[in-house]
């Protein structure tokens, strides 16, 4: 056995001592033992610290620990489902991703937006509202999306702010709008380098700069404050534009073609070949070619004659062919010897060689519906950019699903629990699995608890604002 020093110091390699003194006194350990394992922990990420210093640190935590234990009330406590993140796959991009966040557009509810989260679109729309006074193009609106940073990054902040920023300007292009601006978000463990935040923000810049939309506003924090130690980086980045022809989703019309361009992917492709030993791959995920295709449909009378745009991200194929279906209400059919064609050949060969199905995986190519008639201008407008595109797939009418066409015949095309797994530990966990339909049954009954809270407290504030 490891003596216990050592012990301590492999299991914390990031740690997140609130959590753990949290769960450790809940536990029945003792103050002193714990006091003892936090003061080797805070020695690890602070090497420099005099004992005295450690040892007040970890005094600190136990004292902010038992003066937040216990707590009652609304505002303190929360219905808990006992279904952890990883468990219910959210941010995996699969049927567990997918359910949570249809509980999350459950408690903000109808909003009475243009496009909202109900409809689980890439983006949201509000019109620009009428201001006294002030002249503007009638019909116009915004169009808001955020994207949050490839939690696998972290040790690469250019990679992940380069892919984050190219993926909320693409969720912006797709509803019909031109980006317009950009803000950021970054937060960094307590033991991370400073320079990640720069290195970060270069990665946004990039993209932004090269197709002159500026990174205007943004906030730095660290994650967990002082209580999480280690150098984990996460962060988001938003984009902000303005359209007059939305091509949200529910556009799609039985009859319509479906469209796609080459993709090489971005954060996940870049992940993937960064964790499976294949870092030359990752060049070709830094291109703008999805913006440059929307920013010549932008330019084209083309863009008119789109019904839908969406981009092959969330699960891939299948979970965007999936959204699709259920958004619009119609069958969506993907013929999958037209889709191969599309990804982009190093990529491509890389997923084959790892077993890695890339039907399930984020591309990062963009779809488009329309009329039949109309997908040859379309096309040509893509092309202008030098980026290729083809005709993939079909919408009939009929009960809502999404289907893949084989040479085996028509087979069914809903995601999988999780997105293909597509680094060495995803493989691992996605062979673990508790019982889905007892784990919704759970999410379900925790998300409509925050529902009534958060009706609650509106009655609350409306309240004292009538009483002011």
Do not use: W
Request: contains cysteine.
């Amino acid at each position: 056995m490891l003596p216990h020093y050592l012990h301590v110091q492999r299991i914390t390699d990031h740690m997140d001592v609130e959590e753990y003194t949290r769960k450790a006194l809940a536990a029945g350990t003792g103050e002193d033992a714990v006091r003892t394992r936090l003061a080797l922990c805070i020695s690890q990420f602070k090497p420099d610290a005099d004992r005295e210093y450690i040892e007040a640190f970890a005094h600190a935590v136990i004292t902010e620990v038992k003066n937040t234990t216990g707590l009652t009330g609304d505002l303190f406590t929360y219905r808990k489902a006992n279904v952890s993140m990883g468990e219910f796959g959210v941010g995996s991009r699969g049927t567990g991703d997918f359910f949570a966040h249809r509980q999350i557009a459950r408690i903000i509810g109808h909003t009475g937006a243009t496009v909202g989260v109900d409809e689980m679109d890439d983006g949201g729309v509000v019109p620009v509202p009428r201001i006294p006074g002030v002249s503007g193009e009638p019909g116009l609106k915004v169009v808001c999306s955020v994207d949050g940073m490839h939690s696998r990054l972290s040790d690469f902040p250019f990679l992940a702010g380069f892919h984050v920023t190219r993926a909320t300007m693409r969720d912006v292009y797709v509803m019909g709008a031109r980006p317009i601006l950009l803000f950021s978000d970054i937060h960094v463990a307590d033991s991370g380098d400073v320079a990640k935040i720069f290195d970060y923000t270069a990665g946004v810049c990039s993209v932004g700069e090269s197709v002159g939309v500026p990174l205007v506003s943004g906030s730095t924090l660290r994650i967990g404050g002082d209580m999480v130690l280690g150098s984990r980086m996460t962060g988001c980045v938003g984009a902000v534009g303005i359209a007059s022809h939305i091509t949200a989703r529910r556009e799609t019309r039985p009859g319509d073609v479906i469209l796609m361009t080459e993709g090489a992917g971005g954060g996940t492709i870049a992940t993937t070949a960064l964790y499976y030993g294949y870092p030359d791959v990752v060049e070709h995920t830094i291109n703008l070619q999805f913006l440059q295709a929307c920013e010549a449909l932008m330019d084209s009378p083309a863009l008119l004659k789109v019904h839908a745009m969406t981009d092959v991200t969330n699960g891939g194929l299948r979970g965007d062919a999936h959204e699709l279906a259920s958004t619009a209400g119609c069958r969506v059919i993907i013929e999958d010897n037209k889709v191969q064609g599309l990804v982009q050949k190093d990529v491509g060969e890389l997923l084959e060689r790892l077993s890695i199905d890339y039907l399930g995986v984020s591309l990062d190519a963009l779809l488009i519906t329309a009329e039949p008639a109309d997908a040859s201008s379309i096309m040509a407008a893509v092309r202008s950019a030098n980026v290729r595109i083809h005709e993939i797939g079909t919408v009939e009418a009929g009960e809502p699903g999404a289907f893949l066409q084989t040479e085996e015949g028509l087979n069914d095309f809903t995601p999988r629990f999780r997105e293909a797994a597509y680094t060495p530990v995803k493989k691992v966990v996605d062979t673990n699995h508790r019982d889905f339909a007892v784990m919704k049954r759970a999410v379900e009954e925790a998300a409509q608890a925050a529902v009534e809270k958060k009706e609650r407290m509106i009655r609350r504030l409306t309240k004292d604002k009538r009483a002011e």
